[in-house]
């Protein structure tokens, strides 16, 4: 290992913006932001390094290896600012903070105003000369340390700060005088006595390792371990640790701090924006213990901060307009002013919602900031999804219940949860539930995760809730402090208003309106911005993307995102209307095949009208239509009454109807009678479904469509199924055609979903126009695992790193997409024009998009709202591919 301390200060760094991976996000930008001459308090960045080698070893073996570098580094920070660390006359006070490669906001600990004891409190107050501050500051550090190093509870803490004010009748910290200030300095360091059974270290050195070893151990807790999963971060990347000398927005009417963005990250727009309180410290804004204010004058008139020190504010625009130029993206600041001097504490890539992300990028670009291949990579895929998100029928009759702060746009509906834990177990029920909470803590990650959207009484557009929320892609309201809250009593007042658990809500993240009961929604429409991005995508992607879809309405949407035609018709949902399941069901129960046809004949029809739709919506785009794939028991009644109704329609015996049903259930059904097999045992089924696609088809051209059919077999593992079934379906299609007098191009192949399929491919591809990966069957076969089933078990072998993601989410890439590469060599051996395609929701996942882009298949194929992400995802991952050409 090399250095395991980097430092910065005094206009040179030992880093920069380029090490991200070593000193982490914070770091990293604290090095850059130094050797560009801004204001910044020195400090020095322990390695990601060192936490991989503490997770390894011990926090004795650690520290022994940092103590010489630490040592020299702190030496240097007293030298710079005349301070000693541990000196009761000129005390160097510390902040301990984490730094990621990747942001991950509130997810780590921070411990600030380390340093202080009763001794050194003394010198503060002397230095200062303001005997309430450096109080203020003592008491932020028990409760910090006690919670974060000392396991202390925080609430303890928050009861006895509450418990202060209330006794002088005061509504804010701000308001407690010095002698205050000691009483709860005496009162914390008592809880810690009782809560730790232990005192509050007063030796500044041992308070400085406990807290990194603090920093270090919270990459595994359980939010940051959450927040990883849901956002595809690596568990061994390991976090730094930043030690940076205090600077403090507390000490009087003359300071300040501070949270802004360079642009609105809710919407985009090339405008300063953010929030900052006097008199504070950097916590108390992303907490929400007080409603911070807005920065600029226009949207906090006199109480802003331009208004209040104008000559800070001009400092502070144009050090974000010179870091955004540096940076060439929009970018998170972190600001404290101390005595009226500005210091920059934090720069780094700001969390921003999809609008946001797609406008800020497309912009830029026009802007000559960053050009459109870089464009192309700012915006995450998952992004483009929020842009489709429903938003509130701006038509729907509604009352507004209460405004809060708009933090996160979309629009959500549910019932109420209370609590983190509430909200999961909703979620792991199938319902809808918002999260509302007096604020969101970092420890509410899994809770926000599982919300439709997020409701809090306290905190700013840079709570922690927004922040959060609008990386999630979340609907949120913040700071809605017309909310009377009982959390524990799950009890929610708006005026004279009760809400419980059982009630509905709907949020509306556009305008900060909370709407009583569930209001209707619409489509979001596609703004310019987004068909620019979009535009630039297909430009550079070769993966095609295809929709799957099985009505002309799911069809005309999959078009409208940009989809190149349908790569999945699922036949058998078309079965399911009230007008057509009954003779679905007379086919089923037929007991020959002359009464089988009867019932087929009935469905024919039906069939036929529903592809002219969708040949008719994806006009000179090719179809591929799956041919019935459940097994035949999924359209009967199970329940005895049911049976009972279905025989006296049918004018079938009851007792014959059970039979019946119970002779077609299977111990396995998804490893049974069905697919191919299905169509091997009744041809006539599949041939039903082959006319209706072929005349279908032949109507589509004399109406002036272009119809492009391609008729998919699935389930198909031996060679002789898809030779038996394709030789049917010409002469059933040749047929059709002659008697339509009609003449057009089809094609006839498989999915590919069996793992025999994928070794035996070079002679399935024989009888093959061309394959289409089911990977979600792929997937269930080649673990063995069922995915109604495995929701038992994956969560825990995600979270206990026994697998790295969730394999129906994102492609295993090492077995299940060994399989797919196997198929698509051997198959291209046989047929090197075999045209191949994914039709799993795979194909709407980036990181397997970029997985079938280097496998080299022709098409993706994913559900109509997911379109957009693919082609996103295709064009990235051929722009990383021609990078490491």
Request: glycine share 10%.
């Amino acid at each position: 290992m090399g250095k395991r301390v980097y430092f910065f200060g005094n206009g040179k760094a030992d880093g920069d913006a380029a090490q991200r991976n070593l000193l982490g996000g914070k770091g990293a930008n604290l090095a850059e932001m130094t050797n560009l001459g801004l204001p910044v308090p020195p400090g020095f960045t322990i390695t990601t390094e060192v936490c991989a080698e503490y997770e390894k070893g011990s926090s004795e073996a650690t520290i022994e290896r940092l103590q010489q570098p630490v040592d020299a580094a702190l030496r240097s920070i007293e030298g710079i600012l005349d301070r000693k660390f541990g000196s009761a006359e000129r005390p160097l006070l510390l902040s301990v903070r984490s730094g990621a490669r990747v942001s991950m906001p509130g997810m780590m600990d921070t411990v600030l105003n380390l340093g202080l004891n009763d001794r050194t409190v003394r010198g503060l107050a002397r230095l200062s000369g303001n005997e309430r501050f450096a109080l203020d500051s003592y008491r932020r550090f028990l409760q910090m340390f006690g919670d974060v190093v000392m396991g202390v509870d925080g609430e303890l803490f928050e009861h006895a700060l509450d418990q202060a004010k209330d006794s002088k009748g005061y509504g804010a910290d701000t308001q407690l005088d010095a002698g205050d200030m000691a009483k709860l300095v005496d009162r914390f360091q008592q809880i810690i006595r009782d809560a730790a059974g232990k005192e509050f270290p007063q030796d500044p050195y041992e308070q400085l390792w406990q807290s990194v070893m603090a920093v270090f151990r919270s990459w595994g807790n359980d939010r940051a371990v959450a927040y990883r999963g849901m956002h595809g971060i690596s568990g061994a990347w390991g976090t730094a640790v930043n030690v940076q000398a205090m600077v403090f927005g507390n000490m009087g009417d003359d300071c300040a701090t501070g949270v802004a963005f360079t642009r609105n990250p809710s919407t985009g727009e090339r405008a300063f924006y953010g929030e900052y309180l006097v008199n504070a410290q950097g916590e108390d804004v992303v907490a929400g213990v007080r409603k911070p204010l807005p920065i600029g004058r226009s949207d906090g008139g006199e109480e802003s901060l331009e208004a209040i020190m104008p000559e800070v504010h001009g400092m502070l625009i144009a050090t974000a307009e010179n870091l955004e130029r540096h940076y060439r993206d929009m970018l998170d600041l972190e600001f404290t002013i101390q005595n009226s001097k500005l210091w920059m504490l934090q720069a780094r890539s700001g969390k921003r919602t999809g609008a946001a992300a797609v406008r800020i990028a497309v912009e830029m670009v026009s802007e000559g900031l960053i050009d459109q291949k870089t464009a192309l990579q700012r915006v995450s895929p998952e992004q483009l999804e929020q842009l489709l998100h429903p938003a509130v029928d701006p038509n729907a009759a509604y009352e507004v219940l209460a405004r809060g702060l708009p933090a996160s746009p979309g629009a959500a509906s549910g019932g109420l949860a209370f609590s983190a834990e509430e909200a999961v177990e909703a979620s792991a029920q199938g319902r809808r539930v918002l999260l509302v909470r007096r604020e969101t803590s970092p420890e509410d990650i899994r809770g926000m995760e599982a919300a439709a959207g997020i409701l809090t009484q306290r905190g700013g557009m840079t709570s922690h809730a927004a922040v959060v929320a609008r990386g999630m892609g979340k609907c949120c309201i913040a700071g809605c402090s017309e909310l009377q809250l009982d959390e524990a009593a799950g009890v929610l007042m708006i005026g004279q208003k009760r809400f419980d658990r059982d009630s509905r809500l709907t949020l509306n993240g556009n305008t900060g309106e909370i709407l009583e009961g569930e209001v209707a929604t619409v489509e979001a429409e596609l703004e310019d911005d987004f068909r620019t991005l979009l535009a630039w995508a297909n430009e550079h992607r070769r993966l095609h993307v295809r929709a799957n879809a099985d009505t002309p309405d799911d069809s005309r949407r999959a078009r409208a995102f940009g989809a190149e035609g349908i790569g999945l018709c699922r036949t058998e949902h078309m079965f399911f209307g009230e007008d057509r399941i009954a003779a679905v069901r007379e086919m089923i129960v037929s007991q020959s095949k002359e009464q089988r046809q009867r019932a087929l004949a009935k469905l024919l029809p039906f069939q036929r009208d529903d592809f002219v739709g969708i040949f008719e919506a994806m006009d000179g785009l090719p179809v591929t239509i799956r041919l019935l794939d459940p097994p035949l028991h999924e359209f009967l009644p199970h329940a005895d009454d049911e049976i009972q109704r279905l025989a006296r329609e049918l004018e079938v015996p009851a007792e014959k109807m059970r039979r019946i049903v119970e002779g077609l259930s299977e111990f396995n059904p998804m490893l049974g009678h069905r697919g191919c097999r299905l169509g091997l045992s009744f041809p006539e089924i599949y041939m039903m479904q082959v006319e209706a696609i072929l005349r279908a088809a032949c109507e589509a051209k004399r109406r002036g469509i272009v119809p492009i059919p391609e008729i998919m077999i699935p389930l198909v593992g031996i060679r002789e199924e898809l030779a038996q079934l394709r030789e049917l379906t010409i002469s059933r299609a040749d047929s059709v055609l002659r008697d339509e007098g009609v003449e057009l191009a089809y094609s006839v192949g498989t999915m590919i979903e069996i793992p025999r399929a994928c070794m035996v491919a070079d002679k399935i591809a024989e009888v093959a126009d061309f394959f289409s990966f089911g990977t979600n069957d792929l997937t269930q076969m080649g673990f063995g695992f069922s995915r109604d089933d495995a929701g038992s078990f994956l969560p825990y072998y995600v979270e206990s790193g026994v697998l790295p993601r969730d394999p129906f989410q994102s492609l295993d890439e090492e077995g299940i997409g060994a399989l797919v590469e196997s198929a698509c060599r051997l198959g291209r051996v046989t047929k090197p024009d075999l045209k191949l395609g994914v039709c799993g929701e795979h194909g709407g996942d980036p990181s397997s998009v970029a997985f079938f882009h280097r496998a080299g298949l022709d098409y993706v194929s994913c559900s109509p709202y997911r379109v957009p992400v693919a082609i996103l995802a295709a064009a990235q991952a051929a722009l990383a591919e021609r990078a490491l050409a």
